[in-house]
């Protein structure tokens, strides 16, 4: 291996999974540790891969290429196709929760056809949570802590045409001993009666 042109090592390298080359390669060796945490062998990665940024470089090509890789919903059955199952904190008020195919009696088809179920709450406050493990998800501590990948928290909602209600989403950025470190929330948006049942994200 001591004899392998560089170009052609870092070929080598660029067929080892990525979590490998960081964990394993890069302590074989300071000539590893250099190739591995060089641009290079992960814009060759990249590259193999399909993964571009619109940017003509990347400031941190290693770091593009893990967070390209997890740029993916980490929420557990956001629209309800298993009814409740990896929600906490589960409140019913009312009659509780449900879940419905789409659009349901009083709505309209939710924008993406890839979605078929949704819940639905009830005539008083419903409430559920979901605790994401960013490490169990692959995010390992130091990109965490450096990088601080950004966090993008999404939701639809929709009022049925028949009846008012009220919205809010909250989240909380927890650290290892849950602690908030951030918070959002959201102002309590009002749906009036008689609204036209249409999704807002």
């Known amino acids: 291996m001591e004899s392998l042109p560089e170009a052609v090592l870092i070929r080598i390298l660029a067929a080892i999974p990525a979590v490998e080359l960081v964990l394993v390669c890069r302590l074989v060796c300071c000539q590893w540790k250099n190739l591995v945490d060089g641009a290079e062998l992960w814009i060759l990665k990249c590259q193999q891969e399909g993964l571009t940024t619109a940017e003509s470089d990347a400031e941190n090509w290693q770091n593009f290429y893990f967070l390209s890789k997890k740029k993916k919903n980490l929420i557990k059955n956001p629209c309800g196709e ?77 009022g049925r045409r028949d009846a008012g209600c009220l919205y809010e989403l909250c989240v909380k950025l927890l650290s290892e001993n849950e602690d908030v470190l951030a918070e959002y929330k959201s102002e309590t948006v009002t749906i009036p009666q008689d609204n036209d049942g249409s999704w807002t994200e």
């Open 82 to 158: 298993e009814d409740l199952e990896h929600w906490g904190e589960v409140e019913n008020g009312g009659d509780g929760w449900k879940v419905e195919e789409l659009p349901g009696d009083f709505g309209k088809e939710f924008p993406s056809e890839e979605v078929h179920k949704y819940f639905v709450t009830s005539y008083e406050w419903c409430k559920k949570a979901q605790v994401i493990d960013l490490r169990a998800e692959g995010y390992w501590e130091e990109l965490m802590d450096t990088t601080q990948p950004k966090i993008m928290v999404r939701d639809w909602y929709a």
